[in-house]
């Protein structure tokens, strides 16, 4: 009961963040997994989907996110580094903290599959300046 519990209350987060982000850009977000592991912290797996044109917005997590483009192509914009431009079959890490955003050019999409491994005290993003 308590697991069923928990997993309602990470796929609602994992909702919310979406509908936070979603006003920029469009974007659909389905959550598919929630994990508490390691201790202290919870493992979110979803999927992400941005139209041509949209982007992420700036944003951080409380821990890494990893990913694998499942579809389409971006600009993948991490602060202090180079723009990293990935396509369909390309994986990318950005570190824990760090403000990152994701910019599709128009007329291309992208799906992305990512994992989150985040403080489960804290929310699975927040918006950057």
């Given at each position: 009961m308590i697991n069923k519990i928990v997993l309602g209350l990470g796929v609602a987060s994992f909702a919310l963040v979406g509908a936070a982000f979603a006003q920029q850009?469009?974007?659909k977000r389905t959550p598919l997994q929630k994990t508490e592991f390691?201790?202290?912290?919870?493992?979110?797996t979803g999927i992400a989907e941005i139209p041509g044109g949209g982007s992420?917005?700036?944003?951080?997590?409380?821990?890494?996110?990893?990913?694998?483009?499942?579809?389409g192509e971006?600009?993948?914009?991490?602060?202090?580094?180079e723009p990293l431009h990935l396509k369909a079959g390309d994986s990318y890490t950005?570190?824990?903290?760090?403000?990152?955003?994701?910019?599709?050019h128009e007329?291309?999409?992208?799906?992305?599959?990512?994992?989150?491994?985040?403080?489960?005290t804290k929310p699975l993003a927040s918006p950057a300046k």
């Amino acid at each position: 009961m308590i697991n069923k519990i928990v997993l309602g209350l990470g796929v609602a987060s994992f909702a919310l963040v979406g509908a936070a982000f979603a006003q920029q850009g469009g974007i659909k977000r389905t959550p598919l997994q929630k994990t508490e592991f390691p201790d202290g912290y919870v493992t979110v797996t979803g999927i992400a989907e941005i139209p041509g044109g949209g982007s992420a917005g700036r944003h951080t997590h409380p821990g890494i996110e990893t990913g694998y483009v499942l579809e389409g192509e971006t600009d993948l914009l991490v602060d202090g580094k180079e723009p990293l431009h990935l396509k369909a079959g390309d994986s990318y890490t950005i570190p824990a903290g760090v403000v990152h955003d994701a910019k599709v050019h128009e007329g291309k999409h992208l799906k992305v599959l990512g994992v989150y491994v985040v403080d489960k005290t804290k929310p699975l993003a927040s918006p950057a300046k």
